[in-house]
T-cell receptor
Framework: AQSVTQPDIHITVSEGASLELRCNYSYGATPYLFWYVQSPGQGLQLLLKYFSGDTLVQGIKGFEAEFKRSQSSFNLRKPSVHWSDAAEYFCAVGANSGGYQKVTFGTGTKLQVIP | ETGVTQTPRHLVMGMTNKKSLKCEQHLGHNAMYWYKQSAKKPLELMFVYNFKEQTENNSVPSRFSPECPNSSHLFLHLHTLQPEDSALYLC???????????????FGPGTRLTVL
């Protein structure tokens, strides 16, 4: 069974500082990996995804993530955080199971941005 | 309307009420999903529909009853709910049934349900 761990429940960074959100997954084969963002009162929006190929993936809003198979990690990074990045971030691992796509989400990391 | 829409956005109901949540996707997708998002818990997949046919019921209590009349609409009928069912219910859709290539799930804004 696949699983995702986001070890940081809450992170606070200063505006303009760099950001790294951690994600570790468990899955037997090469996984499909996703990062989603959720603003208060909203649904989830996809930031980026990894299926294969280049292990450094670029996403929207200046985010990137790096797939490291040896560490079973898919950490999300941004070089300079903006106040509008304050939200909750979810890492997810996907696989095909029983004829449908099963996406398993982590518990999320809530990002606070201070001036 | 674009993307995935959900109505109502907020719902308060008593334990003896019957209500329905509606989801509509305007993306021409073939698969739709219901998720439950509770505080401090990961998103829980409830139901999966592939082109109107239910392919997964993730051990959801029978007080939740899904309906998918066509590939664009998905309903979640609620009856005799419990207070612990209070949560954000998210609908999603995807182009393909299975993950392949660049497929992804698109989410609606959710319905915030409170059961009194």
């Amino acid at each position: 069974a696949q699983s995702v761990t986001q070890p940081d429940i809450h992170i606070t960074v200063s505006e303009g500082a760099s950001l790294e959100l951690r994600c570790n997954y468990s899955y037997g084969a090469t996984p499909y990996l996703f990062w989603y963002v959720q603003s208060p009162g909203q649904g989830l929006q996809l930031l980026l995804k990894y299926f294969s190929g280049d292990t450094l993936v670029q996403g929207i809003k200046g985010f990137e993530a790096e797939f490291k198979r040896s560490q079973s990690s898919f950490n999300l990074r941004k070089p300079s955080v903006h106040w509008s990045d304050a939200a909750e971030y979810f890492c997810a691992v996907g696989a095909n199971s029983g004829g449908y796509q099963k996406v398993t989400f982590g518990t999320g990391t809530k990002l606070q941005v201070i001036p | 309307e674009t993307g995935v829409t959900q109505t109502p956005r907020h719902l308060v109901m008593g334990m003896t009420n019957k209500k329905s949540l509606k989801c509509e996707q305007h993306l021409g997708h073939n698969a739709m999903y219901w998720y439950k998002q509770s505080a401090k818990k990961p998103l829980e997949l409830m139901f999966v529909y592939n082109f109107k046919e239910q392919t997964e019921n993730n051990s959801v209590p029978s007080r939740f009853s899904p309906e998918c009349p066509n590939s664009s609409h998905l309903f979640l009928h609620l009856h005799t709910l419990q207070p612990e069912d209070s949560a954000l219910y998210l609908c999603a859709s995807s182009q393909q049934y299975t993950l392949a290539g660049t497929d992804e799930q698109f989410f609606g804004p959710g319905t915030r349900l409170t059961v009194l």
